[in-house]
């Protein structure tokens, strides 16, 4: 299973972004998808979380500012950032929780993709 993220760049502070992440290989459900960040010298952090039965969970520091969605067919996940501020400055990952035909379960993460937001 690969994921391919694309959307990064570098924005100014208020701009926007949309991040995307596409799953392809040996996948039979998806579980979650999420978003995470990694800024340097920090650990990386969770922002965005959809569930399988579509219900969504944002870290207190974009809720209302970033959405995460989601096209099943299309086993991807996405990011819709907007207000964006300078310290969302990070290296963006999405992340997959995969079954395989086999019923077996796993993790996979996204190559990341850098955000940078100038003041």
């Known amino acids: 299973v690969e994921l391919v993220e694309s959307g990064g760049g570098l924005v100014q502070a208020g701009g926007s972004l949309r991040l995307s992440c596409a799953a392809s290989?040996?996948?039979?459900?998806?579980?979650?998808m999420g978003w995470f960040r990694q800024a340097p010298g920090e650990r990386r952090e969770s922002v965005a979380l959809?569930?399988?039965?579509?219900?969504?969970h944002y870290e207190d520091f974009v809720k209302g500012r970033f959405t995460i969605s989601r096209d099943k067919a299309k086993n991807t996940v996405y990011l819709q950032m907007n207000g964006l501020k300078p310290e969302d400055t990070a290296v963006y990952y999405c992340?997959?929780?995969?079954?395989?035909?086999?019923?077996?379960?796993?993790?996979?993460w996204g190559q990341g993709t850098q955000v940078t937001v100038s003041s």
């Open positions: 290989g040996d996948i039979f459900a998806i579980n979650t």
């Open positions: 992340n997959m929780e995969v079954y395989d035909r086999h019923s077996s379960v796993k993790a996979y």
């Open positions: 959809i569930l399988r039965d579509g219900n969504t």
